[in-house]
């Protein structure tokens, strides 16, 4: 896969706030990947986007491919105490995953 | 449980000592993966198996990692002569093959080398 960064490093919300973690390549991706790692977990996978300019919801998770396939955004709205954990995306090309190295979001309730 | 199951889920040892990990994937699923991460890092590709061929080994693998899929099913994951360096997460990794980018994670096997 190609190498993606994501931003921001660390996000801390109180709870009910949102909040949002981007993805970017420098490259155009087919595909992007989302997994989400709890504290002492192993990474669990959310969903895959490979259109352009998708969007698609999984309840206050909104997730985003930029419409160049160059980016991708994961947005959680009004966050509770169980989101909290790593969020990393992913691209795979070629049957290999390659990672972000994620943005850890902490919520105080 | 029908998940992905990987043991020892921790392993301590000296440096220059062997040691293996075993992974037991999702019956149905013939693709196999190892990732290796450490704290504040995502995971990195080590290796991976469709069935019983390797397709893919990483660069950054030293050769005193190896990895067998013998039978397509089970996976090990041997490291020779541990180094500190050497301590992480190692994770395996299942997927069916037409879905590749949705990988389903086992627990984990975390090596410390003293």
């Known amino acids: 896969g190609q190498q993606v960064m994501q931003i921001p490093q660390y996000q801390h919300v109180q709870e009910g706030e949102d909040f949002t973690t981007y993805c970017n390549s420098s490259?155009?991706?087919?595909?992007i990947q989302w997994y989400k790692q709890r504290p002492g977990g192993h990474p669990v996978f959310l969903i895959q986007?490979?259109?352009?300019?998708e969007v698609k919801k999984q309840k206050r998770l909104t997730f985003q491919f930029g419409e160049a396939k160059k980016n991708s955004s994961l947005h959680i709205t009004a966050t509770q105490t169980t989101d909290v954990g790593t969020y990393f995306c992913?691209?795979?090309?070629?049957?290999?995953?390659?990672f972000g190295d994620g943005t850890t979001l902490t919520v105080k309730p | 449980d029908t998940g992905v199951s990987q043991d020892p889920r921790h392993k301590i040892t000296k440096r220059g000592q062997n040691v293996t990990f075993r992974c037991d994937p999702i019956s149905e699923h013939n693709r196999l993966y190892w990732y290796r991460q450490t704290l504040g890092q995502g995971p990195e590709f080590l290796t991976y198996?469709?069935?019983?061929?390797?397709?893919?080994k990483s660069r950054l693998l030293s050769d005193r990692f190896s990895a067998e899929r013998p039978k397509g099913s089970f996976s090990t994951l041997e490291i020779q002569r541990t180094e500190q360096g050497d301590s992480a997460m190692y994770l395996c990794?299942?997927?069916?093959?037409?879905?590749?980018?949705?990988?389903?994670f086992g627990e984990g096997s975390r090596l410390t080398v003293l």
């Open positions: 490259t155009t991706l087919s595909n």
């Open positions: 198996f469709q069935n019983e061929a390797q397709l893919e």
């Open positions: 992913a691209n795979t090309n070629a049957g290999k995953s390659t």
């Open positions: 986007l490979v259109k352009s300019g």
């Open positions: 990794a299942s997927s069916l093959t037409y879905a590749a980018g949705e990988l389903f």
